[in-house]
């Protein structure tokens, strides 16, 4: 039938039931909570009240080392968790030079890449089937994200915005 119910379709295909969300999204909320408390990398967590139907989102707060904080969003919908970040603006200057290094950076990620969006902003983007999450993939997410942010913002920044730091 495709339901997943039926032994042919694996159930990480299957979009989850409603009760399957609502368990899901309680095991997130409980993972912020204990992370929050357990890890100086996440200094806060809150949820979207205007999410879209059929979703359910939470802000978290990053503090990193290269760029002081910054935060992730998580997207939960049917058959997905979705997480970006915004890393920077546009660049102002070598555009070649700044889009390669990201490019390049792209393959050595898992799970994450790098792309450009509204008003040509740096996102760092991923998502995962819904049906796979758990603590240990919210773990290895955030880890993901906070050392992708922490080895590739400052040299992106040099290469895109140079002139402010002397470069050119």
Known sequence: MGDGSDGDTPRGDAPLTDREVDALEDLIDAWFARTLADNPVLAAVERDP?????????????VGEAKDTFTLRFTLRQRMLHYETYVMPAPEENHERFFEHLLRRNRHLVGASFCVGEEDAILLVG????????????DRLLGTLWVAVEQYFQPALRIGFAGRFGGS
Request: glycine content about 8%.
């Open 50 to 62: 205007d999410a879209g139907p059929g979703e359910r989102r939470w802000f978290a707060r990053v």
């Open 127 to 138: 998502a995962v089937p819904a049906a796979t999450v758990d603590d240990r993939e919210l």
